[in-house]
């Protein structure tokens, strides 16, 4: 079973940081791209960053420059680094995984829980 668990939302103010970790479990995870997603009220869940087994990384327009997806493949472990958040920034915050759970296993996708991220004065 994958396990997908995100930690490190809170409450931040404008101008602040927060660095979210997501633990994955049940997937290889080295042949895995790893992404962090967002939701807003009223919203359709957006992407934010990806990232490859090799390390190449895509962002979305509106936070490039102010996030910095990275991974831990030792560890099975995904990160997001944000600064300078803005009150826009406030979302519910997802990991993902596409990958297999298994060596000839199809690739799937899988999702946390979500960890909330609230950016305000």
């Known amino acids: 079973q994958v396990q997908l668990v995100e930690s490190g939302g809170g409450l931040v103010q404008p101008g602040g940081s927060l660095r979210l970790s997501c633990a994955a479990s049940?997937?290889?995870?080295?042949?895995?791209?790893m992404g962090w997603y967002r939701q807003s009220p009223g919203k359709q869940r957006e992407l934010v960053a990806t990232i490859t087994s090799g390390g190449s990384t895509n962002y979305v327009d509106s936070m490039k420059g102010r996030v910095t997806i990275s991974r831990d493949n030792a560890k099975n472990m995904v990160y997001l680094q944000m600064n300078n958040l803005l009150t826009e920034d406030t979302a519910v915050y997802y990991c993902n995984a596409r990958g297999p759970r298994s060596l000839f296993a199809a690739t799937g996708d899988y999702w946390g829980p979500g960890t909330q991220v609230t950016v305000s004065s």
């Open positions: 049940g997937i290889i995870f080295t042949r895995s791209v």
